[in-house]
């Protein structure tokens, strides 16, 4: 079975405006070793999902349904019910995790050496010198300049890119089978992105790691992934290989979110024969808002091939909701026309 | 390259900027300083002395009655020591304290060579052998004030000790579990602030036997936490769902290490300030106390206890300039150390350092 099994996962938050469903029903499975990248626009629940994974959901949020197996040497366990003890030693221990802010993600009032030590000390019964040591080991492992320096410095002394050092090293200080990145490269300048994307790549080979890589950078996701699962409103709505997802998108979403990258090499000729860069595309309207959810596909009222349908062709896209079909070996799509959506049309009404 | 300081480090370094709370730093610790040595500094006790062939520290009895040497009773010195001393061992030296004079009794005429017996009533006003006067009773002002400095500190960091620790844990607790704890812990602290802490005390010292220092000391550090409960309430709700603490959750801390470890030491700064403050309040209320005549029986001596005396007999001034600006002075330190303590700490001027 796959190292970590999420399925049917749905996590809400109970406001008082409502139940705010953040995620809707999603299913994930990520093996040893490999790296699944996790792609959504802001707010579509990627982050809700990864803070599922080690319930660190806090109230009003609830994990409500569904099931989180994460393989393990005496069978798989439950994340969802494991008792809070145990899963304080999965925390930390067997997942690691990665947050998207290293400038507040570190305690101010502590030593980078304390921080990434305490990591040890949470999980393996060993002497503060042997923790300290393991903690010099592991900024060397980052390949965090000067390591025996930084140990005694505190974290407002390191820049955004050594902070994301340290935080890696905390996530893999005790060796766990997968590491959560939430948006690790967001907060960094783009050459630092590429130096911690690197640093990860390397780390999971060496180290043997599955990453779950939580991003909206589609760039990010090509250059590190195996697997990518795109997320939409709550849903996910496209999983496949990555190589299969760039080469053939299948679901409309995927499709316009693909379209939507900036090509530096696009060139459109003007009418008096000049040439200037094309208009970037974008995928018209607004994500829905959790409390409004359409009903049926949640993107038909963004998707231009949703228009005109349904047509005596198939079912409603404001009616049922389409499920994940496998249309392709390893390639899911939540699209009730995945495949056959024939030529996009202008999209019409969008005041949702 | 700027050596680590870590964030004391660099509240000291503000802290230092500050002139005014500098000097109030300053004056808390020449207090201190005071209590600690007050038997050296005032008393009619020596410091140190040889008698029959030994060596002893009468002076120790000030803290404590029992520590005064045995052999003393026993030769009936009767508190009396530079006749008794040249009159029983003539081979005995001491060396004495600065000031002699005693915070607990009058001196007698000829006890010091030379000396005339202190004056009593409105007789004492200030004079070289007695620069703040003396009491009713012919009990020296200055030698009174210098035992009583302990007094006045005790007040402040016994209180506040006793109101931040039930505080700190109170505001924790609810702050950091939430639901039920939460409203718990805040009905509790809303009812111990509605209690009025004067009467409080009041009551309760009518209804003790023997009352002491520790009784006062006591009650108002228990309904005294309530404002720094609220506050520490308030940073660990603003501080458990920050992203380090998050952080720590993810690596598998606890909640006692997340408590202790990761909220508390970033939210102390904040709470230390109405700590210092409270410190002040503190003693502005045993000295209240005193001054009404429910302070601390005699003969242990409080700057308030002091003040009462001038009620009686309104042209003894003395008794009412001196301590009275010890207390003033004492209170306006606290209240710059708390003021420095919060300029020093404030995270928006931390974020404007760098």
Redesign the interface.
Known sequence: MPLLDISNLVTAFHTPAGRVPAVDGVSLSIDRGKTLGLVGESGCGKSVTAMSILRLVSAPGVIESGSILLDGPGGPVDLVSLPEPQLRKVRGGRIGMIFQEPMTSLNPVFTVGDQVAEAVLLHQGCSREAARARALEMLRLVRLADPERRLDEYPHQLSGGMRQRVMIAMALACEPDLVVADEPTTALDVTIQAQILDLLADLRRRLGTAILLITHDLGVVAETCDEVAVMYAGRIVERAPAEKLFRRPLHPYTIGLLAARPDPDAMATRADGTTVRPRLTTIPGMVPSPQHFPPGCRFHPRCGYAHGRPGPDGPACDGGVPELRELEPGHFVRCHYAGSLGEPHAVGALST | M?R????WGEAWRRYRRRPLAMAALAFVAFLVIVATLAPAIAGTKPVLCRYKGRIYAPCLGYFDRRLEPAIFTKDKFRGTYPKNLAEKDPASWAIWPLFFQDPYRSVRGDEWPGRPENPAMDQGRPSWTNPFGTDQAGVDVLAKMVHGTTVALLVGFVSMGIAGTIGIIVGAIGGYF??WIDMLASRITEIVMCVPTLVLILAILAIIEKPTIWHTMAIIGMTGWTGIARLTRGEFLRLK????V?????????PA?IIL??IL??SLAPILVPITFGIASAILTESGLSFLGFGPPPPSASWGSILNGARSNLGMWWLVLFPGTAIFLTVLAYNLIGEGLQEATDPRLREAR?
Not at chain 2, 4 to 7: Q, V
Not at chain 2, 241 to 244: A, D, I, P, Q, V
Not at chain 2, 246 to 254: F, I, K, P, Q, Y
């Open positions: 700027e680590s300081h870590g964030f939430g639901g769902g920050s992203e380090y998050t952080a720590a959750r993810a690596a598998g801390a606890g290490r470890r990761h030491p970033n760098k």
